[in-house]
């Protein structure tokens, strides 16, 4: 998806693709077939919103760049919890 400069387009896109990245980590049935597919497609989603995020925060408003710092927060504590099963 192309960068946006405007601030609430680029903070829209975070945002969804944050909560893109919440619903693949849902999906996840670990005990599953498809798991390795599954944590593929999840590894992709939250890549997708860090980047996004980052992209945001080059244009956000303060109150935009709080909520952007706890998508932050909350995406490494998916990635944490996946490591976490894994080991």
């Known amino acids: 998806m192309p960068y946006h400069k405007d601030k609430q387009q680029a903070f829209q896109d975070a ?6 990245a919440q619903l693949a980590s849902n999906m996840i049935v670990k005990d599953s077939g498809s798991y390795g ?9 939250v890549n997708e919103a860090f980047q996004q995020i ?5 244009v956000a408003s303060e109150h935009q760049k709080a909520q952007l710092q ?6 490494q ?6 490591n ?4």
């Open 37 to 45: 597919a599954q944590l593929s497609h999840l590894k992709n989603e």
């Open 54 to 58: 980052e992209n945001a925060m080059e």
């Open 84 to 87: 976490d099963y894994q080991e």
């Open 70 to 75: 706890r998508f932050q927060a909350d995406l």
């Open 15 to 20: 945002q969804k693709s944050f909560d893109q």
């Open 77 to 82: 504590g998916l990635v944490q919890e996946v």
